[in-house]
């Protein structure tokens, strides 16, 4: 009868190692093989920023220096349109990140429903809370909200592109934990839990993990809003609906992120990187 070989400790340590090491190559090279690289240049979509519009006036507003490093932008654009003589304003938001960032988190993170709850405004959810709106052919699902401030009402559409690719999935990661922090008098720890178990919060990844979109790459983030008179939405929507295509044009991101990093060479501030749009 023939001997049994048993494996040695030392074997049975080379194997594990041997294993562990496959297990973590695998993991390292699975959102390279599992995620869609950004879009192709023909199909690449990037928005652009104009405030130079016939009847309207543009004033900037400053972005202050903590919301600034939060958001840890390439390119900022804030403000507010005014049409005065028809009493209609048009408030408008636009970020931008060129390139990855290591350890950055992810524009998407700084929705209105946390920056602007966290500012005081509470969030009345009205039917349908999202919009497909296509904007010189880039299909965007935005996000629709309504924001009560004391007797003032702002009604919002937020949305995103990451890779060259509007995203496919919503941005609502924050809305459960939000809606459940106003039913409560709990702190700001309770607010972090409360996003942590939100089922929102981990549908958010599972969307891109199922939609194959990852969150990495050049990334846009854009909100509009405008006030609501009474309980006029209809015409804030036509309002929001008609504004976009005019505040937006189809962007060319290779321009753009070439002077971005001209602009970064002289050492430019994020503001003054993106004063740039105010010209056109």
């Given amino acids: 009868m023939a001997p049994r070989c048993e494996p040695t400790a030392t074997g049975r340590t080379l194997f594990a190692t041997c294993l562990f090491a496959w297990v973590i190559?695998?993991?390292?090279?699975?959102?390279?093989?599992?995620?869609?690289s950004s879009a192709n240049n023909a199909d690449f979509a990037w928005l652009a920023e104009k405030t130079n519009l016939a009847g309207w006036i543009f004033k900037p507003t400053p972005v202050s220096e903590t919301a600034e490093a939060n958001?840890?932008?390439?390119?900022?654009?804030?403000?507010e349109f005014d049409a005065s003589g028809f009493r209609r304003i048009v408030r408008?938001?636009?970020?931008?990140?060129?390139?990855?960032?290591?350890?950055?988190?992810?524009l998407f993170a700084h929705t209105p429903d946390t920056c602007w709850w966290a500012a005081g405004w509470g969030i009345v959810l009205v039917e349908p809370e999202f919009e497909d709106i296509i904007i010189h052919g880039v299909q965007l699902r935005l996000e629709r909200r309504l924001f009560v401030l004391g007797r003032r009402?702002?009604?919002?559409?937020?949305?995103?592109?990451?890779g060259g690719k509007p995203l496919p999935y919503r941005l609502n990661?924050?809305?459960?934990?939000?809606?459940?922090?106003?039913?409560?008098?709990?702190?700001?720890?309770?607010?972090?839990?409360?996003?942590?178990?939100?089922?929102?919060?981990?549908?958010?990844?599972?969307?891109?993990?199922?939609?194959?979109?990852?969150?990495?790459?050049?990334?846009?983030?854009?909100?509009?809003?405008?006030?609501?008179i009474g309980n006029d939405l209809a015409s804030a929507d036509k309002l929001l609906r008609e504004f976009l295509p005019q505040w937006l044009e189809r962007g060319d991101y290779e321009g753009e992120f070439a002077a971005w990093k001209a602009a970064k060479g002289r050492g430019l501030k994020t503001e003054d990187r993106g004063r740039k749009a105010e010209d056109r």
Avoid at 25 to 36: E, H, I, S
Avoid at 92 to 103: D, G, I, L, P, T
Avoid at 197 to 224: C, H, K, S
């Fill in 92 to 106: 408008v938001f636009s970020s931008k990140r060129y390139a990855q960032h290591e350890n950055a988190i992810g």
């Fill in 173 to 228: 990661q924050h809305l459960s934990a939000v809606a459940a922090r106003d039913r409560t008098a709990s702190g700001e720890l309770k607010s972090w839990w409360l996003r942590l178990t939100g089922t929102r919060m981990w549908i958010w990844p599972w969307d891109a993990f199922v939609n194959r979109t990852a969150f990495g790459g050049p990334q846009q983030f854009i909100r509009i809003s405008t006030p609501v």
């Fill in 71 to 79: 958001l840890d932008a390439d390119q900022l654009v804030n403000g």
């Fill in 153 to 162: 009402k702002e009604l919002a559409y937020f949305g995103g592109i990451v």
């Fill in 25 to 36: 190559g695998v993991l390292w090279a699975f959102p390279a093989f599992w995620y869609n």
